[in-house]
């Protein structure tokens, strides 16, 4: 099977930057997706295929991939983007979607 | 705006079949734009990819319970359906339906876009 790596937690003060990072022996083939998922509430996507963002996400999302390493970056963190992120891809065979273990992100 | 809603029993008793339905709003099951399907976490793990189904019935099902999963669409009732068999309590989880974007790119892409709030399934005897 595969299996995508994430830090389990990451903390950030108020307007810092939070780095997430995500790797993957696929990543170098495959485009790696981002959800937010608030407590409580169900999962946001916030970037996909590598670096694109959709509309409603705030400009403070970014995101890229260097090898093996998909990392997600949020410039001036705010205590809205408390949260889990999960990063989503797919194996080289195109058939074993996974999602990494998590990362936990406090800001305060 | 699309809402997707599950429901089903939120208990199940250990060997019989897990039964969650996902009614969507604001989009048709029955077009051709999206892919709908099921991704599920168990208390204390990641999330997990059940599977897909596409508005013809085409369905894509992760390998690891390939044998036990059944997706299926009501295009009359706009909604679509989850069926794991033989469950255990391996499958106690937070069930989330979605409707997933489907890219053709250096390979086939398809990703969660819309999510229902999900729904809490124990097995449990």
């Known amino acids: 099977s595969y299996e995508l790596t994430q830090t389990p937690s990451v903390s950030v003060s108020p307007g810092q930057t939070a780095r997430i990072t995500c790797s993957g022996d696929?990543?170098?083939?495959?485009?790696v997706y981002w959800y937010q998922r608030k407590s409580g509430q169900a999962p946001v996507l916030v970037m996909y295929e590598d670096n694109k963002r959709p509309s409603e996400i705030p400009e403070r999302f970014s995101a890229s991939t260097s090898g093996t390493l998909a990392t997600l970056t949020i410039r001036g963190a705010q205590e809205e983007d408390e949260a889990e992120y999960y990063c989503y891809s797919v194996d080289t065979s195109g058939y074993f979607w996974v999602f990494g273990g998590g990362t936990a992100l406090t800001v305060l | 705006q699309v809402r997707l809603q599950e429901s089903g029993p939120g208990l199940v008793k250990p060997s019989e079949t897990l039964s969650l339905t996902c009614s969507v709003s604001g989009d048709s099951v029955g077009s051709n734009s999206y892919y709908w399907g099921w991704v599920r976490q168990p208390p204390g793990k990641t999330l997990e990819w059940i599977g897909t189904?596409?508005?013809?019935?085409?369905?894509n099902y992760n390998p690891s319970l390939n044998t036990r999963v059944t997706i299926s669409l009501d295009s009359s009732k706009n909604e679509f359906s989850l069926k794991v068999r033989s469950v255990s309590a391996a499958d106690t989880a937070l069930y989330y339906c979605?409707?997933?974007?489907?890219?053709?790119?250096?390979?086939?892409?398809?990703?969660?876009?819309?999510w229902g709030k999900g729904t809490t399934v124990a097995v449990s005897s």
């Open positions: 696929a990543l170098t083939k495959r485009y």
């Open positions: 189904i596409y508005y013809n019935g085409n369905t």
């Open positions: 979605a409707r997933f974007d489907f890219r053709r790119l250096n390979g086939d892409y398809y990703f969660m876009d819309v």
